[in-house]
């Protein structure tokens, strides 16, 4: 069973541009989260998608945005970029969605470098 | 909010010692409590999970016991080995309903031969 995939792995990007991160959940998983990892600030929750709907989002201002489509595949979005956007931007998914697993299943990545 | 703190490290350890990565949280409600751990340049994998009190989760040896008095989540694990150097996280889950995972700020453990 092919795992969580997150595309592109690596970007750099500058200051003022936007960036589009995508990932491929686990075949038959419904639920996708995104989680920005830093040095600083360790795992912060962006966002939750369970079919098509964002069900849950953290404390990240509006130029953060996702969305999912029909198959479970997500996509985040990030405008105007800053140099605190540099992260590690994990992907998640998991099967139940009913929260109470807790199993979530990471993909590697994708690094995001702002300049 | 919920909130979860543990012990930032980084943890230098031999092979064959025994480790303890502290984990304390707060919470409304009873929250299920987790480790996960990332090895170098890979995603989290879940380690082990308790969803109620006094719930002992285990898995490759490590351990972790859900204690609701003192609100804490210890991982223990008695013979670490250098394959287990990798960042451990604490974690609890945010609310019913959701997938959202409250994470602790991780804790670097290198194991040394």
């Known amino acids: 069973k092919a795992g969580v995939t997150q595309t592109p792995r690596y970007l750099i990007k500058t200051r003022g541009q936007q960036v589009t991160l995508s990932c491929s959940p686990i075949?038959?998983?419904?639920?996708v989260s995104w989680y920005q990892q830093t040095p600083g600030q360790g795992l912060q929750f962006l966002f939750e998608?369970?079919?098509?709907?964002?069900?849950n989002k953290g404390n990240f201002p509006g130029r953060f945005s996702g969305r999912q489509f029909s198959n479970s595949r997500s996509e985040m979005n990030v405008s105007t970029l800053e140099l605190g956007d540099s992260a590690l931007y994990l992907c998640?998914?998991?099967?139940?969605?009913?929260?109470?697993?807790?199993?979530?299943?990471f993909g590697e990545g994708s690094r995001l470098t702002v300049l | 909010g919920n909130s979860v703190t543990q012990m930032e490290g980084p943890v230098t350890l031999s092979e064959e010692a025994f480790l303890t990565i502290n984990c304390t949280y707060t919470?409304?409600?009873?929250?299920?409590l987790f480790w996960y751990v990332q090895y170098p340049g890979e995603g989290l994998q879940l380690l082990l999970k308790?969803?109620?009190?006094?719930d002992k989760g285990s898995n490759k040896g490590f351990e972790a016991t859900y204690r609701k008095e003192t609100t804490s989540f210890h991982l223990e694990k008695g013979s670490v080995q250098v394959s287990d150097s990798a960042v451990y996280f604490c974690?609890?889950?945010?609310?019913?309903?959701?997938?959202?995972?409250?994470f602790g700020k991780g804790t670097k453990l290198t194991v040394n031969p």
């Open positions: 998640a998914s998991s099967m139940a969605g009913t929260g109470i697993n807790g199993e979530l299943f």
């Open positions: 075949s038959g998983h419904r639920s």
């Open positions: 998608y369970f079919s098509e709907t964002q069900r």
């Open positions: 919470a409304t409600g009873y929250p299920s």
């Open positions: 308790a969803t109620k009190a006094d």
């Open positions: 974690a609890l889950s945010d609310q019913g309903g959701s997938e959202k995972l409250v």
